[in-house]
């Protein structure tokens, strides 16, 4: 997916397309959707049609976990994280139990979205930080420049 054309597909949602900043990020502008600086993801929501695979990467030197709020998530999907566990309980024990579904600097995470609404997601240990993000399926999002 090339990041730019997916970007400047968005239209009217909010995104920070820069990763520059404060030293938290390491400037990479890969093939990635999402990056993850020190305490957020960059950019905060995107919108993508249904099946379309978004890549998240740590450019960050702290480590993240990408898992989705299993309470809000649209019916009918299935949970999803870094780890790959079953529940967001299972993804949050496993992290205090020893970092389980952490994601390095410079390590990519990826799922592929195919129900319709929005997807809220945190980073386990930067929760607190406000360290949250949306990826927002829907049938009106631009596929150029998508995997779709």
Sequence with gaps: MDRRAFLGSLGGVAVAVGLAGCG??????????????????DPVAVEVPPGTTVRWKNTSSHAHTVTAYEDSIPEGTTFWSTGDFDSQSAAED???????????????YEHTFETVGTHAYFCIPHEASGMVGNVVVSEDATAAGTDA
């Design 24 to 41: 938290q990020s390491s400037g990479d502008t890969g093939n990635y959707d999402v990056g993850m600086t020190t305490r957020k993801f």
């Design 94 to 108: 496993g992290w205090l139990g020893g970092s389980e579904g952490a994601i390095y600097e410079d390590e990519t």
